[in-house]
């Protein structure tokens, strides 16, 4: 399936909170076994901020192997490209300590209860 | 240095003294401001009637210290004259402030102070598109260096708005200096700082130089479940690669960025309410052509 971000943010895509939704809608596409493509297409100007919600927060959910061969991420170009790395390289860093690994364990325990 | 808890008929005061600037010393004269002591009721008076010149961007945290004195009491301006008063009558601050008229820029070098609430973030981008990015004065900055730094603000203020809970929101400035191939934009709030933001998420109170060196150059993040701390570093490299200049003023402590010597703290004396962020964007400086990261599935 293909996500357009231009669809969710206009040509800014800088709101975490529109990154959340976005990060959801890739979320639920896995989960049911579908691959994504993310398009940027049309959008101007995106930030980490937006990012780290809508692509570094799925390191947190699948493994690298499940991203890479499920999702893409089109339409950047290299300058949002480079950022999107920075973004990438945190996220796996970020979700590999076992103290957010304990965070999220205890988020989804909530949300189950 | 400033003069403070002056005790005057009408109360008690700050003197502004000589030149205020965005140094270490400005900084610190604000933050005094913000803590003059007072009695029940009485009226602060932040006095310029000594001061000779106060940066244009220092509007913003000045913005901070006079809603900081107004959540416990009366507040007042006065001694505002020469060019002091000219360059906050052409940036707005005296008109928000005060209810005085603005003055004309005819340099065209201002760049207005507004406060935003925590959630206006698209009225910020609306500011920032009318007051920077068509600012008559930068048409010549090159359109690289001007989506860097539409980027770099964008991320300062979301990083303001979402972490600070600053309850006046978040006040910003700036100025152009066309000469110098130099622009200053200021974002401040008077929320929790760096290191409130990290004691919720860590349950432990960092001392402030501490907490910004730690999201600073650590990536430390006040987010439990998401990644955060890029946005910041990523103005720092750009800022770094460009010879532009970046201030954090937090708490009582201050940051400043530049090429050379790096990173250097300084102790304020007296404990900003709040956050205040300064950059220095040379606007002529090219960034640095972005390597080939490949494509996505490449990056991991």
């Known amino acids: 399936m293909q996500i357009s971000v231009l669809a969710v943010t206009g040509e800014l895509a800088i709101d975490p909170k529109e990154g959340q939704q976005v990060f959801g809608a890739i979320k639920a596409a896995l989960e049911a076994g579908e691959s994504v493509e993310v398009r940027f297409h049309g959008v101007k100007t995106v930030i980490s901020a937006f990012l780290n919600a809508a692509i570094g927060q799925l390191f947190g959910h699948f493994s690298p192997d499940v991203i890479r061969a499920k999702v893409d991420v089109t339409g950047l170009d290299a300058r949002d490209m480079v950022l999107l790395k920075v973004v990438v390289d945190r996220a796996k860093q970020f979700y590999e300590s076992e103290d957010v690994r304990r965070a999220l364990a205890s988020q989804e325990d909530d949300t189950d209860a | ?300």
Not at chain 2, 100 to 106: E, F, G, L, N, V
């Open chain 2, 1 to 300: 240095m400033g003069r403070a808890g002056a005790v005057t008929m009408a109360g008690c005061s700050y003197s502004f003294a000589g030149s205020v600037g965005s140094d270490s010393s400005g900084y610190g004269q604000l933050a005094a401001a913000a803590n003059v002591g007072r009695l029940v009721a009485e009226t602060v008076d932040l006095d310029f009637s000594r001061t000779s010149f106060f940066d244009a961007n220092l509007a913003a945290p000045l913005g901070v210290v006079v809603h900081h004195l107004l959540r416990a009491g009366p507040a007042a301006i006065s001694g505002l004259s020469g060019a002091v008063r000219a360059i906050l009558d052409k940036n707005g601050f005296t008109a928000k402030v005060l209810g005085a008229p603005r003055r004309i820029d005819t340099h065209g070098t201002t760049i207005r102070y507004e406060r935003f609430g925590l959630a206006e973030y698209p009225a910020f981008v609306q500011y920032f598109r009318h007051t920077v990015s068509s600012h008559g004065g930068l048409a010549t900055v090159p359109l690289p260096n001007m989506r860097e730094i539409e980027a770099a603000i964008l991320e300062i203020f979301l990083n303001a708005a979402i972490h600070s809970d600053s309850e006046p929101g978040i006040f910003v400035c700036g100025q152009f200096f066309p000469h110098k191939n130099r622009l200053d934009f200021t974002i401040a709030d008077s929320g929790i700082g760096f290191a409130g933001s990290l004691a919720k998420r860590y349950n432990q109170m960092f001392p402030d130089e501490e907490a910004v060196r730690l999201v600073i150059v650590q990536g430390y993040t006040s987010k439990i479940a998401i990644t955060g701390g890029t946005g910041l570093r990523q103005v720092h490299e750009y800022l770094v690669a460009t010879g532009g200049r970046l201030q954090i003023v937090s708490g009582e402590s201050m940051w400043q960025l530049s090429r050379r010597p790096g990173w250097t703290p300084a102790r304020l004396g007296s404990r900003f309410p709040g956050t205040i962020v300064n950059i220095e964007f040379n606007t002529l400086t090219p960034p640095r052509p972005p390597a080939p990261v490949g494509s996505f599935r490449e990056m991991f």
